[in-house]
C-alpha cells in the first residue's frame, strides 16, 4: 500500500489531521491499534479552545459541535469560602471556550472520515514505524497472520502517551521532562443535570474538585485523591459525600446526584519529549506531551501540533515549501511549553500536596488573593484558558 502520510493514531490528533489532509488532496491512511468502538468508549476532555473549533469547522466536522456544544464566556473558583468568577469574555478581549466532549469530537470526525471514503484501519497490530530517515520511509502492521507494508513520505506519531511513535526516537536523540504529581483525578460522569451552568474549580483542604459537564442533561465531576486509591474504593455514594464536602454549601445543597455510567482515575503527569520530529517522523498531541487536566489543556494543546503540521504538509505538497516541516518542532513546543506552564500553575494553585508546608498553603491563598484582585492577573489566565495564538 502506498500513501503520502501515514498516520499512527485514530484519536482527535489523528483524525482531525487525516481529515484536514483529505480536504486539501493529500492522501493519508489513519492506522488505529483500537476498534472504533473502544475509541469512542473513553470518556476525556470536555473544553475546547476557539482554536480548536476553528479548526473542526475547517475539517467540515464542526456542524454538530456548534449546534450541541455550549459556549462558555468564564468559570468560578471557590476558594476559602468564596466562589469568585473569572470573566474569560472580558478579560480574553471577547473570546470563549466550547464545552464538548472528546469523545462527540472523535466521533463527528469518524463520521467524516467514512463519509470521505478516508481510510481509517482499526484493530491495527505490531504497528512499527521503518527507516525514519530515509527518503522512503514505511509502516508496517499486522492483520491477522498477515504483515502488511505502508509506504508513505511522510509518518505522523500520533499515538498517544503509551505509543509507538515516540519510542521509535533514538535514545540518544530524545530527551524527555517528566513532573508527575503525588495524587489522580477520579472521575465521574452521570445522567444528572450540572449543579451549575459554568464549571466550578475548587479549592479545598479536603482536595481539588471540579464541577463540568457535557450537556444541560450530562455531568462530569472529578475528585483529587490519593495515587494509591483504586476506582473500586469508591462507590458512587462514597464520591458524592466526599465530592459535595469539598464545595460551597449553597452549591453541594442543590447538586443533584445519580449513578455513575462512568467512573476512572487519571493519574496527573507533566511530560514533554523533544523534539518532536525526526527525520520524517512527526509527532503530535499526546505522543509528545501531556499535562495535567486542571487547565483544560490536554487537547487542545494537540490542536496548534495539528494546526502547525496541516500547513506544513499543505506547503510541501503544493508549493514545494519545507520550511514549516523545518521549523515544526521548535513552532510546536514553544506553544505546549506555555500550555506545560499554565496546567501546572493551576495544578500547584488549587491541589493539596502530601508533603506542602504551612507556608505553600499561604502562598495558594495569597496567588489567589491575588488573582481576584488584580485585572492583569485575570487578563494572564484568561489568555491561557482561551487558548493562546497558534
Ligand atoms: P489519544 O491518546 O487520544 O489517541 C491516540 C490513539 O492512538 C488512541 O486511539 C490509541 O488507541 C492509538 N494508539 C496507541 N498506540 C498505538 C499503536 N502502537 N498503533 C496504533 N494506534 C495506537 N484533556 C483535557 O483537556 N481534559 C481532560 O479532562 C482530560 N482527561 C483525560 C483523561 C485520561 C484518562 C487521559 C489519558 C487523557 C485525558 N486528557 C484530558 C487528555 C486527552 O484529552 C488527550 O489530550 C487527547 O486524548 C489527545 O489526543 P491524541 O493526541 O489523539 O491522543
Ligand atoms: C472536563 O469536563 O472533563 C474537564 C473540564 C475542565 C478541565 C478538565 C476536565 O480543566
Same mark, same amino acid.
Given at each position: 500500500?502506498?500513501?503520502? *502520510?501515514?498516520? !499512527?493514531?485514530?484519536?482527535?490528533?489523528?483524525?482531525?489531521?487525516?481529515?484536514?489532509?483529505?480536504?486539501?488532496?493529500?492522501?493519508?491512511?489513519?492506522?488505529?491499534?483500537?476498534?472504533?468502538?473502544?475509541?469512542?468508549?473513553?470518556?476525556?476532555?470536555?473544553?475546547?479552545?476557539?482554536?480548536?473549533?476553528?479548526?473542526?469547522?475547517?475539517?467540515?466536522?464542526?456542524?454538530?459541535?456548534?449546534?450541541? @456544544?455550549?459556549?462558555?464566556?468564564?468559570?468560578?473558583?471557590?476558594?476559602?469560602?468564596?466562589?469568585?468568577?473569572?470573566?474569560?469574555?472580558?478579560? $480574553?478581549?471577547?473570546?470563549?471556550?466550547?464545552?464538548?466532549?472528546?469523545?462527540?469530537?472523535?466521533?463527528?470526525?469518524?463520521?467524516?472520515?467514512?463519509?470521505?471514503?478516508?481510510?481509517?484501519?482499526?484493530?491495527?497490530?505490531?504497528?512499527?514505524?521503518?527507516?525514519?530517515?530515509?527518503?522512503?520511509?514505511?509502516?508496517?502492521?499486522?492483520?491477522?497472520?498477515?504483515?502488511?507494508?505502508?509506504?508513505?513520505?511522510? *509518518?505522523?506519531?500520533?499515538?498517544?502517551?503509551?505509543?509507538?511513535?515516540?519510542?521509535?526516537?533514538?535514545?540518544?536523540?530524545?530527551?524527555?521532562?517528566?513532573?508527575?504529581?503525588?495524587?489522580?483525578?477520579? @472521575?465521574?460522569?452521570?445522567?444528572?443535570?450540572? *449543579?451549575?451552568?459554568?464549571? !466550578?474549580?475548587?479549592?479545598?483542604?479536603?482536595?481539588?474538585?471540579?464541577?463540568?459537564?457535557? $450537556?444541560?442533561?450530562?455531568?462530569?465531576?472529578?475528585?483529587?485523591?490519593?495515587?494509591?486509591?483504586?476506582?473500586?474504593?469508591?462507590?458512587?455514594? %462514597?464520591?458524592?459525600?466526599?465530592?459535595?464536602?469539598?464545595?460551597?454549601?449553597?452549591?453541594?445543597?442543590?447538586?443533584?446526584?445519580?449513578?455513575?455510567?462512568?467512573?476512572?482515575?487519571?493519574?496527573?503527569?507533566?511530560?514533554?519529549?523533544?523534539?518532536?520530529?525526526?527525520?520524517?517522523?512527526?509527532?503530535?498531541?499526546?505522543?509528545?506531551?501531556?499535562?495535567?487536566?486542571?487547565?483544560?489543556?490536554?487537547?487542545?494543546?494537540?490542536?496548534?501540533?495539528?494546526?502547525?503540521?496541516?500547513?506544513?504538509?499543505?506547503?510541501?505538497?503544493?508549493? $514545494?515549501?519545507?520550511?514549516?516541516?523545518?521549523?515544526?518542532?521548535?513552532?510546536?513546543?514553544?506553544?505546549?511549553?506555555? %500550555?506545560?506552564?499554565?496546567?501546572?500553575?493551576?495544578?500547584?494553585?488549587?491541589?493539596?500536596?502530601?508533603?506542602?508546608?504551612?507556608?505553600?498553603?499561604?502562598?495558594?491563598?495569597?496567588?489567589? %488573593?491575588?488573582?481576584?484582585?488584580?485585572?492583569?492577573?485575570?487578563?494572564?489566565? %484568561?489568555?491561557?484558558?482561551?487558548?493562546?495564538?497558534?
Amino acid at each position: 500500500m502506498k500513501t503520502s *502520510v501515514c498516520i !499512527i493514531g485514530g484519536g482527535p490528533s489523528g483524525l482531525l489531521l487525516s481529515q484536514l489532509l483529505h480536504l486539501q488532496g493529500i492522501h493519508n491512511v489513519v492506522l488505529e491499534r483500537q476498534s472504533r468502538e473502544y475509541v469512542l468508549g473513553r470518556i476525556r476532555a470536555g473544553v475546547l479552545e476557539h482554536g480548536f473549533a476553528k479548526l473542526m469547522r475547517e475539517a467540515q466536522c464542526g456542524e454538530r459541535m456548534d449546534r450541541e @456544544g455550549e459556549i462558555h464566556e468564564g468559570f468560578f473558583i471557590a476558594h476559602d469560602g468564596a466562589m469568585d468568577r473569572v470573566d474569560l469574555h472580558k478579560y $480574553s478581549g471577547g473570546s470563549s471556550v466550547i464545552v464538548y466532549g472528546q469523545t462527540e469530537l472523535t466521533r463527528d470526525l469518524y463520521d467524516a472520515r467514512e463519509r470521505m471514503n478516508g481510510t481509517v484501519i482499526h484493530n491495527a497490530e505490531d504497528v512499527t514505524p521503518q527507516d525514519l530517515t530515509s527518503p522512503r520511509p514505511s509502516v508496517t502492521y499486522r492483520r491477522g497472520d498477515e504483515t502488511v507494508r505502508i509506504e508513505c513520505d511522510f *509518518v505522523i506519531g500520533a499515538d498517544g502517551f503509551h505509543g509507538v511513535s515516540r519510542k521509535s526516537i533514538p535514545k540518544t536523540v530524545l530527551k524527555e521532562y517528566e513532573k508527575v504529581y503525588p495524587f489522580g483525578w477520579l @472521575g465521574v460522569l452521570s445522567r444528572t443535570k450540572p *449543579v451549575s451552568p459554568e464549571l !466550578i474549580y475548587a479549592r479545598h483542604e479536603r482536595g481539588f474538585a471540579l464541577c463540568s459537564l457535557r $450537556s444541560q442533561v450530562l455531568s462530569r465531576y472529578y475528585i483529587q485523591v490519593p495515587l494509591a486509591d483504586k476506582v473500586e474504593d469508591w462507590s458512587d455514594e %462514597a464520591f458524592w459525600a466526599e465530592l459535595q464536602r469539598r464545595l460551597p454549601a449553597e452549591v453541594s445543597a442543590r447538586m443533584i446526584t445519580g449513578p455513575s455510567i462512568e467512573k476512572s482515575i487519571a493519574p496527573l503527569r507533566s511530560f514533554v519529549a523533544e523534539p518532536m520530529r525526526y527525520g520524517n517522523l512527526f509527532l503530535a498531541g499526546d505522543a509528545a506531551h501531556i499535562v495535567p487536566p486542571t487547565g483544560a489543556r490536554g487537547l487542545n494543546s494537540a490542536a496548534s501540533d495539528i494546526y502547525y503540521l496541516y500547513h506544513a504538509m499543505v506547503a510541501h505538497y503544493k508549493r $514545494s515549501d519545507a520550511s514549516g516541516l523545518e521549523g515544526y518542532s521548535a513552532k510546536a513546543l514553544a506553544r505546549v511549553w506555555k %500550555a506545560q506552564r499554565f496546567s501546572w500553575w493551576m495544578t500547584m494553585l488549587l491541589h493539596t500536596f502530601p508533603d506542602s508546608l504551612e507556608y505553600d498553603r499561604k502562598l495558594q491563598q495569597t496567588d489567589l %488573593a491575588y488573582l481576584f484582585s488584580s485585572e492583569a492577573a485575570q487578563r494572564s489566565l %484568561a489568555e491561557n484558558y482561551v487558548g493562546l495564538p497558534f
